[in-house]
């Protein structure tokens, strides 16, 4: 009897130590969470934060760059033409304003949000003050001549270059340097950009995408401008004019540099003349700036010592 009730005692034990140790085992299913909601993308006002922010420092600018070196260069200069566009050069207020639009989501491209997302906003205009103090690039128009078309007879940048800097009336399309300056250096001011040397691939893409409305209009005014005067170019302005554009830059070119060379010497300049010659002053008279020394009288010569009488 003694024994069958350690047998009980040490089973009871053995299914008490089992029923801990799957309850230690088990894990106890929890209430479904509801999911945790992200913040889209879309809604980080990235350029409400740029108002907050003072202008931009190019040293601290010039180390976040190094991240936009791979593509862009460090000075801005495309390491491959065919594939990224030149950036040196380009406004602190654009560059900064455009970091912010692919921050935001609003302007798409899958290489340039991730980086721009971990930018805060005065990193963006470090940045672009960074590359705004590069120098921009310049590049060469395609001077073929068009053989057939409404432009026939034209060199294709000519065509680009009547748009550019004339417009075109009949059509409502005003001059591009009126906003862009007649060398494509743009206006910080209202952040119109920088056009003259960029890749004429980079630009006639940025047309089309206004021409479409594929592109962001945040800035409806300015958009709005952009988009009426896209719509209005043919394929063949558009390259015409993005060629013409690639060719812009500040560096004097050859016609330039002849005409200087054509200019006459300027005139010598007049000898300076001899210096007066300066006067010997008269025997006896003070040397300029000193006073008159006046004459003393020689002293009585002492009397001889009388002599014992």
Known sequence: MRHARSYALVGLTALVIGAVAFAQTTVAPLEEAEPVETLPLESVDALAELAKTVPGNAQNGATLAGTCAACHGLDGKSTIPEVYPNIGGQSERYLAEQLALFKSGERQNAIMQPFASMLSAQDMRDVGAHFAHQPSSAGIADDTEVAEGTYAGMKFYEIGEQLFRRGDFAREIPACMACHGPTGAGNPGPAYPHVGGQQSWYTARRLQEYRTGTTTAR??????????????????????????????????????????????PAPPAPAAPAPAPVDAAPEGAAPEGEAPVEDVPAAAPEADAQQAS
């Open 219 to 264: 800035d409806t005014a300015n958009f709005d401008v952009m988009a009426s005067i896209a719509r209005q170019l043919t394929d063949e302005e558009i390259g015409a004019l993005s060629s013409y554009m690639q060719g812009l830059h500040t560096r004097p070119d050859a016609a330039m540099l002849a005409a200087i060379a054509k200019m006459p």
